[in-house]
C-alpha cells in the first residue's frame, strides 16, 4: 500500500505532481508535441492510511498481525531521481525497510493479515 502520510507521497502528490500538470500546460500553449510533453503519471491507484486499511481489512475477515514499511528515505521528489544514485537507499536497499521510529518515512507499507477464525 502507497503510505499517504510519508513526507515523499505528501511532496509527490501535492507539489510535484501538480507541478508537471502546469509545466505541461504551458508546454501545450507553446505547441511542445505531446510526446514531449511533462505530466504526471496516470496510476489509478488508491491509498489508505493504516487505520482505514485495518478497518477494510478487519471488514473483508482479516485481523491485521504486522505492518512492515518501506521505502523509507528522507529524499522526495525530484530529489530522489536527481539524487538517487549517490543516496543510502540505492546503496544499502536494506535499509530502507523499517518497523522501527523512521517508518513514519516510508512511502509504502505492508500489512500481514491472518483470516479470522
Given at each position: 500500500m502507497l503510505n499517504p502520510a510519508s513526507p515523499y507521497r505528501f511532496v509527490e502528490w501535492h507539489f510535484f505532481w501538480p507541478l508537471l500538470r502546469v509545466l505541461g500546460?504551458?508546454?501545450?500553449?507553446?505547441?511542445?508535441?505531446p510526446e514531449r510533453r511533462h505530466k504526471p503519471p496516470k496510476t489509478g491507484?488508491?491509498?489508505?492510511r493504516k487505520r482505514q486499511l485495518h478497518t477494510l481489512l478487519a471488514?473483508?475477515?482479516?485481523?491485521?498481525?504486522?505492518?512492515?514499511?518501506f521505502d523509507v528515505?528522507?529524499?522526495?521528489?525530484?530529489?530522489?531521481?536527481?539524487?538517487?544514485?549517490?543516496?543510502?537507499?540505492?546503496?544499502?536497499?536494506?535499509?530502507?525497510?523499517?518497523?522501527?521510529?523512521?517508518r513514519w518515512l516510508g512511502s509504502g507499507y505492508l500489512v500481514v493479515s491472518r483470516k479470522l477464525t
Open positions: 500546460g504551458i508546454e501545450t500553449a507553446l505547441g511542445v508535441p491507484i488508491r491509498a489508505y471488514s473483508a475477515g482479516l485481523r491485521p498481525v504486522d505492518t512492515v514499511y528515505t528522507a529524499l522526495v521528489p525530484p530529489l530522489d531521481r536527481l539524487l538517487g544514485r549517490w543516496a543510502w537507499t540505492r546503496k544499502d536497499p536494506d535499509k530502507t525497510i523499517s518497523q522501527g521510529p523512521l
